[in-house]
C-alpha cells in the first residue's frame, strides 16, 4: 500500500445532508456494482451538478466510472454549456450529447412553431440512450419538485420504449434496489429523490460547489410571458406586442431558454439563495416552468412517453 | 401508553415546547436531523387531512400547491371554499379521478429540530404491498383512527404489518375528537384497547394522541379542548423520538457494494472497498471477518473525499482498505472477526408476496440479501398470516402435491401458494451460503427479496428468521425438528 493519511477525528451524529448524501452516494454505488452501462444526465442545473460532485465522492479516489450526457435542446444559456464543457474537461469525463436540433433536422422530432423544445427533448434522449446501450440513467429528478414524481422510486424500471407505468412500478424496500430488467428495457436512478429545493441549495453551501452565474443576481434584458421573464435568446425573442426591460434577475432552475423564466432577486451569492428560498411562497417548477403549467398531469403525461 | 405523557421520550427532549419553522432569515443549514416516518389510515379516517395540516402548519406547503389544489378542489364540484387537503397527496392522474391513493407517496417537511421524509400509504388499495414498502424504512408509524369508530379491522391491520416490520415507534393518532365532544374516556377506551393490541402483537414504544387533524388541535399546538391530556402533541412527539440508534451498542454489518480500484499514477495499487454501514461502527484498526468466505483481517483506512475518517457510524457511507491483500467483492459481509455470524444457503422467513403472479413451489428464483444476489429454489410455504385475525395457518411436510396455475391471479386461497399481498413463512434453498441474521435483530441486514429471473421484477420482500407470524403461531414441538431440511437435499 502505498497511500497513507493522515487521521482525523470520529464524527457521530449524521445530520440531515449527511443522510442524505450517505443515500445517494449508496445509491450510486448499488448502479455501478449491479449495472452495466450507467450514464449521468448533465445539464449544467444545479440538480445534476450536485449529483455530479455526489459521484466524484462515491467513486474516489477512483475517477467517475461513467460518462454524463447532455440533453442539449439547442436553445441553451451560454453560461451553461461554458460550465459543462469547463467540468467536462477539468474532471476528465466523457461526454455525450443528445440532440434536439439534429432529431429535428433528422426529421425524428417535429418543432412546434412557437413551443418549447422541452417536451422535444424524449426523442433524442432515448435515442441516446439505445445508441449507447445505457442500462442505468442517473437524472436529478426530487420527489419534491412535483406530485407524478412524489410517487417514482429511487430505481424506476422503464420498457424498451422508455415508457414509465406507475401502475407497474416495483416496491422498494429498506435499501434492496433492483435494477434488473430484461434487454432493451433500463432503469432510470433518481440519487436526490429525497432531498428538497432547499437540501439541495444548503449541500452546494456546505461543499463549496460552483454553479454557472445565471443563478445569482444579475442585470438581464428579460420581457414577461406566462407570468415569467423570458429572455431572447437562438429559440426566438420577444413578439411585437411584448416589451423588454432590463432588470435584476436569477434562475431558480435551468432548462430550455424557451420555457426557462427568470425570477426577480437581489441574491448575490448562495447564503443569499438559500435565505430567499426558505422565504419563497411558490416553489422553483410553479415559479420559472411553463412546461409544467399546462395541466395537472403535463409532468405524469411526459414521464410516461420517457421524459426524465 | 394512553393518556400519560411518555416519559421515555420526555428525557431524550430536553425542552418539551413545539418548534416549528425557524425564524426569518436564519438558516440551520441543514444541520438537523432526519426521521423517516410512515402514515397508516384511509381517508375516510382523515388521513390526507392530517398530512395536509403537518404540510401546512409547517409551512411546507408553498401558494401554488396550494392554488392548483383549490383549481382542483373546485373544478371536482368541491363545496364551500373548504380545500381538499387530500388532492395535496394524490399524485396520479387516475388517483385523482378515481378519488383513491394507488401508490406510496413521499412527503418532506422540516421544523427547526428536524426535516421529515413521510411516507404516505394508502389505507385501502394494496395496503399490504404499500404499507410493508413504507414501514421497512420508516422510524415511526403514524396509525389513524376516527375517535367515533375505534379500532377497526384496518386499524388492527396496520399495526400488525408495523409490528412485522420492526417499526420502533407507533403514534396511535386518534381523530376527530371533535365529533365525540373531546370525551376523555372515549379517548383511554381506544388508546387501551390498542395499548392491549400492540402487547399481543410485541410492539414496542406506542404512544396515543387525541386529535382533530381538520380543527388542528394537538397536530402541532396544543388544544384547550383536551385539559384531561397532559401528553405530547403530535408534531412534539415527531419531534421528540430517537433517530439515532446507539452505533456502538449494535454490531458492524458492512455490505461490500463496489470495488475502487483507481490504477492511476496518483493511487496505482490503491484497493477498497465501498459501502454503507448498515448497523454499528467500523474503526480503524478493527479485527474484521469477510462473509462468507470467513477470512480476516484488520482495517488500516476508512477513506472518503474529505479525508479518512478513524471510525464510521452507520448509516455513513465509506470505502474501507484491508491490511491483507484478500479477495473481497460486491455481497460481501464485512462484520466483526470475533462474532459468530450465521451464514448458509437454507432461509427460512416471511414474506410478503408483491406480486399478481401467484408463488408456486419449486420455482427457481433469485435471492437479494444485503449486496449479494444469489440463484435459489423456493421449497415451499408452509404457513400463512392472516393479518385482519392475527391467525396463522400451518401446513404439515412438505408441499409437492400441487401444480399451480402461476397465471391464476384470483384471491382464493390456494393451497400452499401466496398471492399477492399474502405474507407467508418460506423455505429457499440457495446456491452459495449468505449472512442470515434474524430481521428481528437485525432490522437493516435481515430483509431480502425474491426476484424473478426472468424479468427482474420483485416478487416478494422477506425477513429472515422468526417474525411476528411465528409469535402468532409458535411452532409445534413435533414440527421444530427441521431434518427434512436437511435431509432433502437438492
Same mark, same amino acid.
Given at each position: 500500500m502505498t497511500t497513507t493519511f493522515p487521521v482525523t477525528t470520529t464524527t457521530t451524529r449524521l445530520t440531515q445532508l449527511d443522510a442524505l448524501e450517505s443515500e445517494a452516494v449508496h445509491v450510486m454505488r448499488e448502479v455501478a456494482g449491479e449495472l452495466e452501462r450507467p450514464v449521468l444526465l448533465f445539464s449544467g442545473g444545479k440538480d445534476s451538478i450536485v449529483m455530479l460532485h455526489l459521484a466524484r465522492k462515491a467513486f474516489w479516489p477512483a475517477p467517475v466510472p461513467f460518462p454524463v450526457m447532455h440533453v442539449d435542446t439547442g436553445h441553451n444559456f451560454p453560461e451553461v454549456i461554458e460550465y459543462r464543457d469547463r467540468t467536462v474537461t477539468e474532471l476528465g469525463l466523457r461526454l455525450v450529447v443528445a440532440s434536439v436540433q439534429e432529431a429535428i433536422d433528422d426529421g425524428r422530432v417535429v418543432e412546434r412553431p412557437g413551443g418549447s423544445r422541452n417536451p422535444l427533448q424524449t426523442v433524442p434522449l432515448l435515442d441516446a440512450i439505445t445508441a449507447h446501450r445505457f442500462d442505468a440513467v442517473f437524472g436529478g429528478g426530487r420527489r419534491d419538485e412535483e406530485k407524478a414524481r412524489a410517487k417514482e422510486r429511487m430505481f424506476s424500471l422503464r420498457d424498451e420504449f422508455g415508457q414509465w407505468d406507475p401502475r407497474r412500478q416495483r416496491p422498494e424496500l429498506w435499501d434492496l434496489y433492483n435494477g434488473r430488467h430484461r434487454p432493451g428495457e433500463h432503469v432510470r436512478v433518481f440519487p436526490l429523490s429525497n432531498w428538497t429545493e432547499l437540501d439541495v441549495w444548503r449541500y452546494v453551501e456546505r461543499e463549496g460547489i460552483e454553479l454557472p452565474g445565471i443563478y445569482f443576481t444579475h442585470e438581464r434584458d428579460v420581457f414577461a410571458r406566462d407570468g415569467m421573464w423570458l429572455t431572447a435568446g437562438t429559440w426566438g425573442g420577444p413578439r411585437p406586442d411584448e416589451h423588454v426591460e432590463r432588470r435584476r434577475v436569477r434562475y431558480r432552475t435551468v432548462g430550455d431558454m424557451s420555457c426557462t423564466g427568470a425570477v426577480d432577486s437581489t441574491a448575490a451569492d448562495v447564503a443569499d439563495v438559500i435565505a430567499e428560498v426558505a422565504a419563497s411562497r411558490l416553489t422553483e417548477r410553479g415559479a420559472t +416552468? /411553463? $412546461? $409544467? +403549467? /399546462?395541466?395537472?398531469a403535463a409532468m405524469e403525461d411526459r414521464k410516461r412517453e420517457g421524459y426524465f | 401508553m394512553g393518556t400519560h405523557a411518555p416519559t421515555g421520550l420526555v428525557e431524550t427532549a430536553p425542552s418539551a415546547s413545539p418548534a416549528t419553522t425557524p425564524p426569518a432569515g436564519v438558516d440551520d443549514h441543514g444541520q438537523r436531523d432526519l426521521l423517516r416516518l410512515a402514515t397508516a389510515g384511509s381517508v375516510d379516517d382523515g388521513k390526507s387531512t392530517l398530512i395536509g395540516r403537518l404540510l401546512y402548519d409547517t409551512k411546507s406547503v408553498l401558494a401554488d400547491q396550494l392554488s392548483a389544489v383549490e383549481r382542483a378542489t373546485a373544478a371536482r364540484g368541491g363545496d364551500d371554499g373548504v380545500v381538499d387537503l387530500a388532492l395535496l397527496t394524490d399524485g396520479l392522474r387516475a388517483e385523482r379521478e378515481q378519488g383513491i391513493t394507488i401508490d406510496v407517496a413521499y412527503r418532506y417537511f422540516s421544523t427547526a429540530r428536524r426535516a421529515f421524509v413521510l411516507a404516505d400509504t394508502p389505507g385501502h388499495v394494496q395496503y399490504t404491498r404499500n404499507m410493508v414498502t413504507g414501514a421497512s424504512t420508516a422510524e415511526l408509524a403514524i396509525v389513524l383512527v376516527d375517535a367515533r369508530k375505534g379500532v377497526l379491522e384496518q386499524t388492527r391491520r396496520h399495526a400488525a404489518l408495523t409490528a412485522l416490520l420492526g417499526v420502533p415507534h407507533v403514534v396511535l393518532a386518534v381523530n376527530k375528537m371533535d365529533l365525540v365532544g373531546f370525551d376523555a374516556a372515549t379517548f383511554r377506551t381506544i388508546a387501551e384497547e390498542f395499548a392491549d393490541y400492540a402487547r399481543v402483537l410485541g410492539q414496542p414504544g406506542v404512544h396515543a394522541v387525541p386529535l382533530s387533524a381538520l380543527a388542528g388541535d394537538n397536530v402541532v399546538d396544543r388544544s384547550v379542548? *383536551?385539559?384531561?391530556y397532559d401528553g405530547p402533541t403530535l408534531l412534539e412527539l415527531l419531534e421528540a423520538v430517537p433517530v439515532t440508534r446507539d452505533a456502538s451498542s449494535e454490531p458492524l454489518r458492512l455490505p461490500v457494494q463496489y470495488v475502487i480500484r483507481p490504477r492511476t499514477p496518483e493511487h496505482p495499487d490503491y484497493r477498497g472497498y465501498a459501502g454503507k454501514v448498515a448497523s454499528g461502527v467500523v474503526r480503524v484498526g478493527d479485527e474484521l471477518r469477510v462473509l462468507p468466505s470467513g477470512r480476516t483481517s484488520r482495517v488500516v483506512g476508512l477513506d472518503t473525499f474529505d479525508g479518512p475518517l478513524d471510525a464510521a457510524d452507520a448509516p455513513r457511507s465509506v470505502t474501507v482498505r484491508l491490511a491483507d491483500d484478500l479477495d473481497v467483492a460486491r455481497g460481501d459481509v464485512l462484520v466483526p472477526a470475533a462474532e459468530q455470524v450465521p451464514t448458509g444457503q437454507d432461509l427460512v422467513g416471511t414474506v410478503c408476496w408483491l406480486t399478481e403472479r401467484r408463488s408456486v413451489a419449486g420455482a427457481r428464483v433469485l435471492v437479494r440479501v444485503g449486496t449479494r444476489t444469489v440463484r435459489g429454489l423456493l421449497r415451499d410455504v408452509d404457513a400463512r398470516l &392472516?393479518? &385482519? =385475525?392475527?391467525t396463522v395457518e400451518q401446513w404439515d411436510g412438505v408441499d409437492t402435491r400441487y401444480t399451480i &396455475?402461476? *397465471? &391464476? =391471479?384470483? *384471491?382464493?386461497?390456494?393451497?400452499r401458494s401466496l398471492g399477492l399481498n399474502a405474507i407467508g413463512r418460506v423455505r429457499l434453498r440457495l446456491a452459495e451460503p449468505v449472512v442470515l441474521d434474524d430481521y428481528a435483530t437485525h432490522r437493516r441486514t435481515g430483509g431480502f427479496l425474491v426476484v424473478d429471473p426472468a424479468d427482474g421484477s420483485t416478487l416478494a420482500a422477506g425477513l429472515i428468521g422468526p417474525t411476528l407470524l411465528d409469535r402468532l403461531a409458535p411452532v409445534r414441538a413435533d414440527e421444530r425438528d427441521d431434518d427434512w431440511l436437511a435431509g432433502a437435499g437438492i
Open positions: +416552468r /411553463a $412546461d $409544467d +403549467r /399546462a395541466s395537472e | 379542548r *383536551t385539559p384531561w &392472516d393479518v &385482519d =385475525t392475527l &396455475d402461476a *397465471t &391464476d =391471479t384470483s *384471491t382464493q386461497a390456494a393451497p
